[in-house]
C-alpha cells in the first residue's frame, strides 16, 4: 500500500474549509451542454437522440410553474413533469435509459404587477425539491422584465427574493444562480450589490456574457465585465455576436441587430477562449452550456452543423484549460 490514505483524505478537507471560507466554489467538472430548446429543429426526433447528434450528455431543462418540462420534447409530445416523486422517478429512469443528465433546471421569473414574491418562491423550493432527487445541481433563475421600477426598487426586491432562497439552497443543496439579462441585471451597479448582499455558494450568478454584449457594452469592455463578475458565477451560457467593424466597440443600443449579427460561438466577436480563462482563474468548474442564437439562420442541416461546431470549439478551449 502506498502512503497514508488518512493524509490525502487530511489535504482534501482542509482544501474544502478553505474553499468554504472564501465562498469560492469546490471543484467540480469542466462539460458542454445545450438547452433543451434549442435541440429542435435538428431533424431529430425526440431531444436524446437530438443530444446524441451534436455529441452532448448535458441538459439544461426549462421548467414552468406547473413543474411540467415544457421543451423536454419527445415528438410533438412534452411528456415530462418533476412535480411528484413519481414523475420525477419516470424521468430520472428515462435519464438514465438514455445516458443524460440534467445540468440545470431553468425557472424564469417575470415580476410584472405582481408586489408580491411569495407564490414563486414557493415554485422555486418545489423545483429545488425536485433538482435533488434528480442531481440536479443549479436552478438557474432569468428574472426578465421589471416595468416601472427603479434602479433601487429593482435591487432591493430582486435582493429580498434571492435572499428567501437561501434557506431553499442550505435545505436542498441545490444553488440557485440568477441570470444576467435584458436592462437590469446586465449592469454591474445593478448586479453588483444584489451578489455581494448573498452567499454565493447557495445563490450566485449564472453568467452570459454575450448578454452583455447584447446590452450594448463595446467589445472592449467585455473582458473586464467578466473579471468583476467571475467569482460569482456559478453557472455559464455561451452563444456570440458579430457586429460590424465600426459597432464592435462603441456604445450601442440594447438589443441593437441582435438577430441578425447572432453567430456561432467560435464565429462571433467575443473570443470565449479568454472568457472560460477568467471564469477558471476565478474557481468556476462547471458546465457551459449552449444557447446559440445564431440557429434562426439556418435549415435543419445547418442548425445541426452549428451545434456540432459550437460543441467542438468549446471542448477544445477546455481540453486547453485542463492541461
Known amino acids: ?3 497514508k490514505p488518512w493524509v490525502g483524505l487530511s489535504v482534501l478537507c482542509c482544501a474544502l474549509v478553505v474553499a468554504a471560507a472564501m465562498d469560492v466554489p469546490a471543484q467540480g467538472r469542466w462539460d458542454v451542454g445545450i438547452r433543451d430548446s434549442y435541440l429542435k429543429g435538428i431533424g431529430s426526433p425526440d431531444v436524446w437522440s437530438a443530444a446524441d447528434a451534436i455529441g452532448v450528455s448535458l441538459i439544461e431543462v426549462q421548467i414552468n410553474p406547473k413543474m411540467k418540462c415544457q421543451q423536454l420534447f419527445e415528438g410533438d409530445d412534452t411528456p415530462y413533469s418533476v412535480g411528484t416523486p413519481d414523475e420525477r422517478k419516470e424521468l430520472k429512469a ?4 438514455k445516458k443524460k443528465s440534467i445540468c440545470a433546471f431553468c425557472c424564469g421569473y417575470n415580476y410584472g404587477k405582481n408586489p408580491s414574491d411569495e407564490e414563486e418562491v414557493k415554485w422555486m423550493e418545489a423545483a429545488a425539491e425536485a433538482a435533488r432527487d434528480l442531481g440536479v445541481p443549479i436552478i438557474m433563475v432569468p428574472i426578465p422584465g421589471a416595468g416601472g421600477m427603479t434602479d433601487e426598487q429593482y435591487v432591493e426586491r430582486t435582493k429580498k427574493f434571492l435572499g428567501a432562497l437561501v434557506p431553499v439552497a442550505e ?8 441570470e444576467n439579462l435584458q436592462r437590469f441585471n446586465n449592469r454591474l451597479e445593478i448586479v453588483e450589490p444584489i451578489l455581494q448582499s448573498l452567499p454565493s455558494r447557495k445563490v450566485g450568478l449564472a453568467h452570459d456574457i454575450t448578454n452583455m454584449y447584447w446590452y450594448g457594452y463595446p467589445l472592449d ?3 473586464s465585465l467578466t473579471e468583476a463578475v467571475a467569482p460569482y458565477v456559478r453557472y455559464v451560457h455561451a452563444k456570440n455576436e458579430k457586429y460590424p467593424d465600426d459597432k464592435k466597440n462603441v456604445q450601442r443600443e440594447p438589443g441593437w441587430e441582435y438577430g441578425k449579427c447572432a453567430t456561432s460561438v467560435r464565429d462571433g466577436d467575443i ?3 479568454k472568457i472560460l480563462a477568467i471564469y477558471a482563474k476565478a474557481g468556476y468548474r462547471g458546465p457551459v452550456t449552449i444557447e446559440d442564437d445564431s440557429l434562426g439562420h439556418h435549415d435543419e442541416a445547418g442548425k445541426k452543423k452549428v451545434l456540432d461546431d459550437d460543441v467542438k470549439f468549446l471542448r477544445e478551449i477546455i481540453a486547453g484549460l485542463e492541461k
Open 1 to 3: 500500500m502506498r502512503g
Open 94 to 97: 428515462k435519464l438514465a435509459e
Open 171 to 178: 435545505k436542498t443543496g441545490v444553488t440557485f444562480a440568477m
Open 221 to 223: 469592455k467585455i473582458y
Open 271 to 273: 473570443d470565449f477562449r
